[in-house]
């Protein structure tokens, strides 16, 4: 059973653009969302994240909105450039703690056309 | 600068070959983990480890071993590779959930 689920395997938007990457998770109890960048042949990297006792987060041009009760997450991209390019995974930890392992859903490819 | 290393980026195996994918980090974490990447499967947890000598299974386990001897280094083992483990290998490093940090990937065929 997918905990955290990404439903949109890809996404083409204009540079300049907004990018809206989606992320429904099923587990009430997760209290922590993080969002990881991957390129081709390299290793993810973090983005952004957001608690659950907040409902929006802001890093520049990268914002993360969260809507508890649509159990939902949103990263909105602002503008979009080319080098956003990449895959795209939204995470939750598994177990809570110190020692848990992250979530991660499928993953969405954002393409920024020039 | 803060470091996991993976020991090979490209590797070519045959099939019934024993695989060793190394990992070594620098950040002195506690935690240490081992995904595997596929197209349109996403981020899979193969195994995780939270001490040394300790090891946890994650949700694909089967047809895969590990071993954390000292914290710095976190090995994953493919007792007899096959073709269905052909796939991007990542493993990461934290001291929680928030603190994620990956090497570039192993990619490895088996053919």
């Known amino acids: 059973d997918q905990q955290v689920k990404q439903n949109s395997p890809s996404l083409s938007v204009q540079e300049g653009r907004i990018s809206i990457l989606n992320c429904d998770y099923t587990?009430?109890?997760?209290?922590?969302f993080l969002w990881y960048k991957k390129y081709p042949a390299e290793g993810p990297t973090f983005l952004i994240s957001?608690?659950?006792?907040?409902d929006k987060n802001e890093d520049g041009r990268f914002t993360v909105f969260l809507n508890k009760s649509a159990k939902h997450l949103s990263l909105h991209i602002v503008p979009s450039q080319p080098g956003d390019s990449a895959v795209y995974f939204c995470?939750?930890?598994?177990?809570?703690?110190?020692?848990?392992?992250?979530?991660f859903g499928k993953g969405t490819k954002l393409s920024v056309k020039p | 600068d803060v470091k996991v290393t993976q020991s090979s980026r490209y590797l070519v195996k045959r099939t019934g070959e024993k695989v060793f994918l190394e990992c070594v980090q620098d950040?002195?974490?506690?935690?240490m983990f081992w995904y595997r990447q596929d197209p349109g499967l996403g981020l899979r947890l193969i195994y995780f480890?939270?001490?040394?000598?300790?090891?946890e299974k994650g949700d694909i386990p089967e047809g895969y071993s590990v071993s954390r001897e000292k914290k710095e280094r976190f090995s994953l083992i493919l007792e007899s590779a096959s073709t269905n483990q052909t796939s991007m290998y990542l493993c990461?490093?934290?001291?929680?959930?928030?603190?994620?940090?990956f090497g570039s990937g192993t990619r490895l065929t088996v053919v």
């Open positions: 990461a490093s934290s001291r929680g959930t928030f603190g994620y940090t």
């Open positions: 587990n009430s109890m997760f209290d922590y």
């Open positions: 957001i608690s659950s006792i907040k």
């Open positions: 995470a939750a930890p598994g177990h809570g703690g110190s020692q848990g392992n992250l979530i």
């Open positions: 950040m002195d974490h506690e935690n």
């Open positions: 480890s939270y001490d040394v000598k300790m090891k």
